[in-house]
């Protein structure tokens, strides 16, 4: 649990602590990091795209 609250704390470091917090859980270092902080941000997370529509985040799931 230590590990998931290191990566909610780091994930808005400019330095790439996300990035480097995942490699350690993961085993290896993503490409595309915005996948994990989306699946890592909370449902209730009031968030537009760029048509400002609600974003959904039901589709990532499968990754919990």
Not at 31 to 43: N, Q
């Amino acid at each position: 649990m230590a590990s998931i609250k290191n990566i909610f704390s780091s994930r808005s470091d400019k330095n790439g602590e996300f990035s480097n917090s995942l490699k350690k859980i993961l085993g290896f270092k993503p490409k595309d990091i915005s996948i994990y902080e989306t699946a890592f941000t909370h449902r209730s997370t009031n968030e537009k795209n760029p048509n400002g529509q609600p974003q959904n985040y039901e589709r990532l799931e499968f990754l919990g």
